[in-house]
C-alpha cells in the first residue's frame, strides 16, 4: 500500500497541474509536501510506536492514511489544491508511522543474520505497488488526455472552469477506493495474532532518547546512506521519461512510449527484490549490497557517456540494482540496537527527504549542463553507499 500510494503521486502531478493550471514549481509541491512529512512527522511516529508497540502502530499509520485518502473528497469538491496538499501531507503521516513500525517490526522478526532478507521481501511488494500504481492512476484518474492551455484559451471561462473542476473531482472515487482498502487492512493487521518482540517493545518507551541512538557509528553512517540512496532513487526515476525521450537516447521514444520502459525499471527493482531476498538468506548482506552499488555505478557511468539504445538500457537496468538497497541498508543501521530499535527506525525514516532534497540539485545541474551530465550527482551517492556497505556498517565487535 505504502508503494502504491507513493507512486501515485507520478499521477497527481500532471493531472492537478491541468486541473489547476499550477507551474511545474507549484506541482512539484506533491513531492515536497508527501516526502517533507517523512522528516517532520517521523520523530512523533516513533514515539507513536514506541507507546502502542508494532503491530498497534501499522494499525495507526494505515489509519491515519485512511484519513488522509478521505481528505481527496472535500478538496476536490471545494476546488482548493492547499487542501490537496493538506490531504497528501496527512497520508504520508500515514505512511510515515507505518515505516517507523513495520520496517524494523519485519527485520526483528526472526534471526538477525537473515533480517535483511525478510526487509527485502516486504519490500519487493513495495515495488509490486509501485508498479500496479501507474495502472490503476492512468486508469482511473488520466483516463483522457488533459486539455491544453491553449485549448481551454479557446473555451468561455464558466466552461473552462467547469472542466478543471470536473478534472479535479476525479480522483474523488480513487481515493475513495483506496481509503475503504486501507481501512479493512487496518482491521486485518489488528486481528492478527502477531507476536510482540521480547526485550525491544516492551522498554522501547522508557529508555534512551531518540538521538541517543547517533552515538552508535553504524546508525549515524546508515541515516545518510539512506538519505544519499531515496535522493538519488527519486532523482533518477523524476527524470526518466524525460531523459529516455530525448533525441540523442530514445531516437524518436515519444514520452508515452517511455512510460513502458519506466515499467520495466520498476519490474527490475520488483523482480531483483525477490531473488535479492534469497540471496540474503545465503550471503552476507554488506557484501551483496556493496557489489549492488558497483554495479549501479556502472550502468550510471554508461548513461552519462553513451548514447542511443546502451544509455536507454543502461538506465532502465538500475532498477534491478536498487532493488535491495534500502532495506538492506535499513536492516544494517538498527543492528544490535535493542530497545533503541525504534528510535533508530525514527531517524532512517526521518532521512527519506533525501527524496525532496537530491532531486532539486539533480534538476540545478540539468538546467546548467545538461541532463545527461546531471546523472554524475547520483553516481556521488552511490559511491558512500558502497563505503557503508564496506566500512560504515561494521560493528564494534561484541
Not at 163 to 173: D, F, I, P, T
Not at 325 to 345: D, V
Not at 365 to 381: I, K, N, T, W
Request: glycine content about 10%.
Amino acid at each position: 500500500m505504502w508503494g502504491f500510494l507513493t507512486c501515485l503521486n507520478d499521477i497527481l502531478i500532471p493531472h492537478l497541474k491541468a486541473a489547476f493550471a499550477l507551474t511545474w514549481v507549484q506541482a512539484m509541491l506533491i513531492q515536497f509536501t508527501f516526502f517533507g512529512a517523512y522528516f517532520l512527522m517521523s520523530l512523533p511516529a516513533g514515539r507513536l510506536v514506541a507507546a502502542l508497540g508494532y503491530k498497534r502502530g501499522i494499525v495507526a499509520g494505515l489509519a491515519i492514511a485512511c484519513v488522509g485518502a478521505l481528505m481527496f473528497w472535500p478538496a476536490a469538491a471545494a476546488h482548493v489544491y492547499g487542501l490537496f496538499l493538506a490531504a497528501l501531507f496527512v497520508l504520508a503521516t500515514g505512511i510515515t508511522v507505518l515505516q517507523v513500525a513495520a520496517n524494523p517490526y519485519v527485520a526483528l522478526l526472526g534471526d538477525e543474520r537473515t533480517s535483511s532478507s525478510r526487509l527485502t521481501l516486504a519490500q519487493a511488494m513495495n515495488s509490486l505497488g509501485t508498479t500496479l500504481a501507474p495502472l490503476f492512476g492512468g486508469l482511473l484518474i488520466l483516463s483522457a488526455k488533459p486539455r491544453s492551455e491553449d485549448e481551454l484559451a479557446l473555451l468561455p471561462q464558466a466552461e473552462a472552469l467547469a472542466y478543471r473542476a470536473a478534472e479535479a473531482q476525479s480522483v474523488q472515487l480513487p481515493y475513495f477506493g483506496l481509503a475503504v482498502a486501507l481501512f479493512l487492512l487496518a482491521v486485518a493487521i489488528w486481528m492478527f495474532r502477531l507476536p510482540t518482540i521480547p526485550g525491544v517493545e516492551g522498554r522501547a518507551s522508557s529508555e534512551g532518547r531518540v538521538w541517543d541512538t547517533l552515538r552508535h557509528r553504524h546508525v549515524r553512517l546508515g541515516v545518510l546512506a539512506i538519505f544519499c540512496y531515496v535522493g538519488a532513487e527519486v532523482s533518477i526515476g523524476s527524470v526518466l521519461v524525460n531523459f529516455l525521450s530525448s533525441p540523442g537516447i530514445g531516437q524518436g521514444l515519444t514520452e508515452q512510449e517511455a512510460t513502458g520502459y519506466v515499467s520495466l525499471y520498476w519490474g527490475g527493482a520488483l523482480a531483483g527484490r525477490l531473488v535479492g531476498a534469497a540471496l540474503l538468506a545465503r550471503l552476507d548482506a554488506r557484501h551483496l549490497l556493496g557489489l549492488f552499488v558497483v554495479a549501479v555505478m556502472i550502468l550510471l557511468g554508461i548513461t552519462v557517456t553513451a548514447s542511443g539504445g546502451l544509455a536507454k538500457w543502461a538506465v532502465v537496468s538500475i532498477g534491478l540494482f536498487n532493488s535491495i538497497m534500502f532495506p538492506t541498508i535499513f536492516a544494517l543501521a538498527i543492528a544490535r540496537l535493542g530497545a533503541l530499535t525504534g528510535k533508530a527506525s525514527s531517524l532512517l525514516v526521518m532521512a527519506i527527504v533525501g527524496g525532496a532534497v537530491i532531486p532539486l540539485a539533480m534538476g540545478w545541474l540539468a538546467d546548467r549542463h545538461g541532463l545527461q551530465l546531471s546523472f554524475l550527482l547520483p553516481v556521488l551517492c552511490y559511491v558512500y553507499i558502497a563505503f557503508y556497505a564496506w566500512k560504515g556498517s561494521r560493528l564494534p565487535a561484541p
